[in-house]
């Protein structure tokens, strides 16, 4: 079945730093999404990218994919303490009926 | 404007007992999803409700179904529980015809299932 996978699992940093997740997934997609969820709390959108974009921001996050790769990107710059959470990425596939499948996500700690 | 509000947040179980978690949807929205994350997983795709009916449904047995009422809210129900359901189920909400357009789902915090 259709999944993203993001890399790293984990991703450990000091406030002030960027942080990079990535996610791979299998076969062609509609559109690719990324969620933040803080522990113990539902998912948070964050942003939408379509399968003819191939980069996007909004404020400190930045997304970029690339098709040929089959892989996409979250960027977050001068991370904060607030920034720590576990982050996903969701695709959706032609003929999927645009159901988002999520992958195991990369939890993010980001140190004061 | 009331976001997904879900409840009970926290229920214990034993194997082979029946529970029903319940979901209101976003202001304005229509469809309902459900799934359940595991610890350390990522959400699994239970099932998604629209005109009360089921439209889309994942990889989970028969011992999960559902409800979606006139108001939109919708019930899960899980029969003979086994220890492996034992995760958070979270109900996720959207417009019709909306993840389509990119509108994306908006998730309540969660229903957090211990089965003992």
């Known amino acids: 079945s259709q999944q993203g996978e993001e890399d790293p699992q984990a991703l450990s940093i000091q406030e002030g730093e960027n942080a990079t997740m990535n996610c791979s997934y299998k076969t062609s997609i509609n559109n690719l999404q990324w969620y933040r969820q803080n522990s113990g709390r539902g998912l948070v959108h964050l942003i939408l990218?379509?399968?003819?974009?191939r980069e996007k921001h909004s404020g400190r996050l930045r997304v970029t994919l690339d098709t040929s790769k089959k892989s996409s990107s979250l960027l977050i710059t001068a991370s904060r303490a607030a920034d720590t959470a576990s982050y996903f990425c969701?695709?959706?596939?032609?003929?999927?009926?645009?159901?988002?499948?999520f992958g195991r996500g990369t939890s993010l700690i980001v140190h004061p | 404007d009331a976001g997904v509000t879900q409840s009970p947040t926290h229920l214990i179980k034993t194997r082979g007992q029946q529970v029903t978690l319940r979901c209101s949807p976003k202001s304005g929205h229509d469809t309902v999803s459900w799934y359940q994350q595991a610890l350390g997983q990522g959400p699994q795709f239970i099932f998604q409700y629209y005109e009360e009916e089921e439209r889309q449904r994942g990889n989970f047995p028969d011992r999960f179904s559902g409800h979606q009422f006139p108001n939109y809210s919708s019930e899960l129900n899980v029969n003979a529980l086994l220890l492996g359901d034992s995760a958070l189920y979270l109900c996720?909400?959207?417009?019709?015809?909306?993840?389509?357009?990119?509108?994306?789902?908006?998730f309540g915090d969660g229903t957090r299932l211990s089965i003992l």
């Open positions: 996720a909400s959207s417009l019709a015809g909306g993840l389509g357009l990119g509108q994306p789902q908006h």
């Open positions: 990218i379509r399968s003819n974009e």
């Open positions: 969701a695709t959706d596939w032609p003929g999927g009926s645009y159901i988002p499948t």
